[in-house]
Each structure stands twice: as structure tokens, then as C-alpha cells.
């Protein structure tokens, strides 16, 4: 795909994807949806990609969420307009809801609002810079939130989402408080956001492929099993990317022991 919306650049099995619309706050429109869906069939079927850093071209946001003045153009309705084939659009933006189990670091700077829940709500490490603040705008506009709130509820307690939700542009989660409620895991200064992101997924890449998708899927598809379910689900996991006598790394020399363990004494 020629995309036109995202820049996309692999190297050292680390794909840095890049929102590129800073003219409209990087928020997204009908061809970007079209894009991430492409890249993230492409991340998950490329080898050479063990992990990817997704990030915003620089500005005021990361994503403001949908593009309304785009949605109200000519053709450039999210939606198909059949009520009864219409399935969400944002579903094409997460990795997750397109079966893409590659580790996903996001770097989040400024405003993050709306429907870029979708992307922070499915990516398995989320940064954030000094400067950056999450809401969700929909009832300030007098529409309904439920699916952005929802991804946010499985990062951040149920109250702090609520109190998101209903207070819409009324209020902003700083930095420090998206720290504290754990949803992100690291705040930094805005000139050091990118490198850092690349320095966690560099160290993400280094690991066997098999073994951090293999538990990037376990995991999120845990959420939606009951405890011993999943349990025993994960326990078939590890038999499938565990294959016996068929090691990937080698452990002894990783544990600086050379290839002989400790014994007792």
C-alpha cells in the first residue's frame, strides 16, 4: 500500500509507524482506517517485524480522534449507512481487534482524545510526554461514549473512566495522573519521548519472536475468559511456543553461566 495518512519505516525489526496529519490534529479519517488495517495485516504476517513503536508527527496532539469535518464531506462517512452490516470503524486502528499479536510501544504527546483510545486502548506499552493530556470530548457534542471509554477501562479504574466520560472537554488527565492511574507507564520530557520509545522496543526485538508474541496473545486474550479458563488456556500456549527441545536462546549464556548451571552446595 502507497500509504498516504502514516509513515511506516522498519529497521532493526523494529516497525516505527508514524500518524502523519498534523494539519488536522492527526486525527483519523476514512483512508487512514483503511491504512492501519493494511499495516496491521502487514505487521503480523512480516517476520522481519518482531515489535512496533507507534507515534504522532509532532504538534499539538497525537490524535484528536475522528476527522468530523472529513466524516461530513462527500464519501467520507465512516460508517457504510446499513444498520445492519455496519460494524465499528475504529476496530481497523487497534492491533488487537485485527488479530495482530506483535508487542506495540506508543509514544503519546499532547492532546490524546477520543477515538485515539482505540490505538492507546490496544498497545501493550504507553509512554506519554510532559505535555500531554487524555479526554474524551463526545457528551461535551452530545454524542454517546461507550467504546472509547470501555478500552479505557481496562487501564484505568472504573471511576476515573466515569468521571472522564461524563465530564467530557470539562476536564484533562495530566501526564502525572494518567501515570498514577496506570494509564500510562512511564512519563518523560518531550524531546526524549521518541528515543525512548525506540529504546523500549529495541529491547522488545531482542527477544525471540515466538516467545513475545506468544505471551503478547496469551494475555490479551485472557481478558476475555473466565480465570481458570484462561489458565488453562495459557498453559497451551506455552506447550504450542515452547516446542520441546527446540530452544531459542541460549539461556546459560544470556544468565552470564556459560552453558553450565549452578549446582548446590
Known amino acids: 500500500m502507497d500509504y498516504t495518512?502514516?509513515?511506516v519505516d522498519l529497521d532493526n525489526?523494529?516497525?516505527?509507524?508514524?500518524?502523519?496529519?498534523?494539519?488536522?490534529?492527526?486525527?483519523?479519517?476514512?483512508?487512514?482506517?483503511?491504512?492501519?488495517?493494511?499495516?496491521?495485516?502487514?505487521?503480523?504476517?512480516?517476520?522481519?517485524?518482531?515489535?512496533?513503536?507507534?507515534?504522532?508527527?509532532?504538534?499539538?496532539?497525537?490524535?484528536?480522534?475522528?476527522?468530523?469535518?472529513?466524516?461530513?464531506?462527500?464519501?467520507?462517512?465512516?460508517?457504510?449507512?446499513?444498520?445492519?452490516?455496519?460494524?465499528?470503524?475504529?476496530?481497523?486502528?487497534?492491533?488487537?481487534?485485527?488479530?495482530?499479536?506483535?508487542p506495540v510501544v506508543t509514544a503519546v504527546h499532547g492532546m490524546c482524545a477520543g477515538g485515539a483510545f482505540y490505538w492507546v486502548g490496544e498497545s501493550d506499552i504507553v509512554i506519554c510526554s510532559e505535555d500531554a493530556t487524555f479526554f474524551d470530548p463526545h457528551v461535551t457534542?452530545?454524542?454517546?461514549?461507550?467504546?472509547?471509554?470501555?478500552?479505557?477501562t481496562y487501564r484505568m479504574p472504573l471511576g476515573d473512566v466515569l468521571r472522564m466520560t461524563l465530564l467530557g472537554n470539562d476536564e484533562r488527565i495530566t501526564a502525572y495522573t494518567a501515570l498514577r492511574l496506570g494509564l500510562v507507564t512511564e512519563v518523560v520530557p518531550l524531546e526524549e519521548?521518541?528515543?525512548?520509545?525506540?529504546?523500549?522496543?529495541?529491547?522488545?526485538a531482542a527477544k525471540p519472536?515466538?516467545?513475545?508474541?506468544?505471551?503478547?496473545?496469551?494475555?490479551w486474550e485472557s481478558l476475555d475468559l473466565p480465570r481458570s479458563v484462561a489458565l488453562a488456556t495459557g498453559l497451551k500456549y506455552c506447550q504450542v511456543g515452547n516446542p520441546v527441545s527446540v530452544p531459542q536462546v541460549d539461556r546459560w549464556a544470556l544468565m552470564g553461566k556459560g552453558k553450565t548451571p549452578y549446582v548446590l552446595r
Open 5 to 7: 495518512t502514516i509513515l
Open 13 to 102: 525489526h523494529v516497525a516505527t509507524v508514524t500518524i502523519n496529519r498534523p494539519e488536522a490534529m492527526n486525527s483519523f479519517n476514512k483512508q487512514m482506517l483503511e491504512e492501519f488495517a493494511y499495516l496491521w495485516r502487514w505487521v503480523a504476517e512480516t517476520d522481519d517485524v518482531h515489535v512496533v513503536v507507534l507515534r504522532a508527527a509532532q504538534g499539538r496532539a497525537f490524535s484528536t480522534g475522528a476527522d468530523v469535518k472529513a466524516t461530513e464531506e462527500p464519501g467520507g462517512s465512516l460508517f457504510h449507512g446499513n444498520v445492519w452490516t455496519d460494524a465499528d470503524p475504529g476496530e481497523k486502528l487497534g492491533p488487537k481487534a485485527m488479530k495482530c499479536w506483535k
Open 141 to 152: 457534542y452530545g454524542l454517546t461514549a461507550a467504546l472509547e471509554p470501555i478500552h479505557a
Open 193 to 204: 519521548l521518541w528515543d525512548r520509545a525506540q529504546q523500549l522496543a529495541t529491547k522488545i
Open 209 to 219: 519472536p515466538a516467545a513475545i508474541q506468544g505471551s503478547t496473545r496469551a494475555i
